[in-house]
């Protein structure tokens, strides 16, 4: 599952090293205790935990406490929750589509102005309250075309959807 472009990308950023990545890896092949982890991976223990906590945060591995009867110290076994990755992909991945949808109805819906030393870009109301002038330089505002940039909207969200697409075909 960690090969996965998405559950990559998701596991990087929470784990913030791509280092780490051994550590998910570990905790995917079966529940481990936080000490086998470090010993099967070579990191120091401080940080498999450190990760650990941080995945458990999002929900991302749950762990069971158990206590050793000779020692009476406590030893947390680690499991990796697949589902919730699944489930936390599908909803980021919906976010963002929503934010690209939105950001391309409002690119196709108005027209821009920028400031030549690029300072501001507004859309024709914003421009016109400011009387077509760059708050900061004072320079007249000079209309900007969009279609680029709508159409790499267009190519984002199609790969996007791609993605995703391809993600839940794969975890259905």
Known sequence: ??????????LTNVVED????????????????????AKKTGIKLNI??????????????SYKRSKDPETQWFT??????????????KKDSEQY??????E???????MFFVCPQGHVRFDFDAASDYEFL??????????QDNNDHIKQ????????????NSFNKQNS
């Open 18 to 37: 791509e280092s780490n990545l051994p550590i998910v890896e570990a905790l995917e092949s079966g529940v481990e205790t936080d000490e086998e982890i």
């Open 97 to 102: 589509l929503k934010m690209l949808n939105d």
């Open 134 to 143: 760059c708050p900061v330089c004072m320079e007249e505002l000079e209309f």
């Open 1 to 10: 599952m960690i090969d996965d472009p998405l559950v990559k990308t998701l």
């Open 153 to 164: 909207l267009k190519e984002d969200i199609k790969m996007v959807e791609s993605n995703f």
């Open 76 to 89: 947390y076994s680690w499991k990796f929750e697949k589902e919730e990755v699944i489930n936390h992909i």
């Open 104 to 110: 391309l109805e409002h690119e196709e819906n108005n």
């Open 48 to 61: 498999v935990r450190k990760v650990l906590y941080k995945l458990y945060d999002l929900g991302l591995a």
